[in-house]
């Protein structure tokens, strides 16, 4: 079943701008990924932020977990061109076992 | 070096036919997973082999067999294809247990005709 759903499902913005994407999920996890698919590629992972964390960086990106909210959001700050691709979140779930259950998916265009 | 390769990138076939798709991982990764993603996006994951040990086997028509000769290959092999079977199919794999991001294949593209 989906575990996580992502909001908005598409968001179109300029280069340079900002770009934040929503993740919502269900059950309690250990984990929650994103990553990010570029036009007929495969996943690539982004980040990995652990159920005790609320917060992690890496380059541009910015991931905030809330487990009490049981939500997270991506942001992206001064998106490229080369940004322009879905993003997809995945909860590693306690009743999961060993598997990533992957959202619906944000399709993100950035126009130069 | 590609970390996770597929083959085929493309498979265009008969409705009935038996088609296999092969995966090899050189990440030295213990855990490797068969994904499938519709048209819409969305990815389901289908089968789990760690260390060549099947551990997940969802919901998937007995038409879908995988098979892990060893812990680097993760095959799948699918029997009397049919149309709703078009997808891509994607292949990850991980070093196992928990906190660890999966590195995926760039796909197979299954169209059924």
């Known amino acids: 079943s989906q575990q996580g759903e992502e909001d908005p499902q598409a968001l179109s913005i300029q280069e340079g701008e900002n770009a934040t994407m929503n993740c919502s999920y269900k059950?309690?996890?250990?984990?929650l990924q994103w990553y990010r698919q570029n036009s007929g590629r495969g996943l690539v992972h982004l980040i990995l932020?652990?159920?005790?964390?609320r917060e992690k960086h890496s380059g541009r990106l910015r991931v905030t977990l809330d487990t009490s909210k049981k939500s997270s959001s991506l942001l992206i700050t001064a998106s490229r061109a080369a940004d322009t691709a879905s993003y997809f979140c995945?909860?590693?779930?306690?009743?999961?076992?060993?598997?990533?259950?992957f959202g619906a998916g944000t399709i993100l265009r950035v126009k130069s | 070096d590609t970390a996770v390769s597929q083959t085929p990138k493309y498979l265009v076939t008969q409705m009935g036919n038996d088609k296999s798709i092969k995966c090899e991982q050189n990440?030295?990764?213990?855990?490797m997973y068969w994904y499938k993603q519709d048209s819409k996006k969305f990815l389901k994951i289908m089968f789990s082999y760690n260390n060549k040990e099947l551990i997940i086997n969802e919901t998937v028509p007995n038409r879908f067999s995988p098979k892990s000769p060893d812990k680097a290959h993760l095959n799948l092999h699918i029997n009397s294809l049919e149309l709703g079977d078009s997808a891509v199919y994607f292949c990850a794999s991980t070093p196992g247990g928990r906190d660890y991001g999966y590195t995926f294949g760039s796909g197979t593209r299954l169209t059924v005709v």
């Open positions: 059950t309690s996890i250990n984990n």
């Open positions: 932020i652990r159920s005790n964390e």
């Open positions: 995945a909860t590693d779930g306690m009743e999961y076992g060993n598997k990533l259950v």
């Open positions: 990440l030295g990764h213990d855990t």
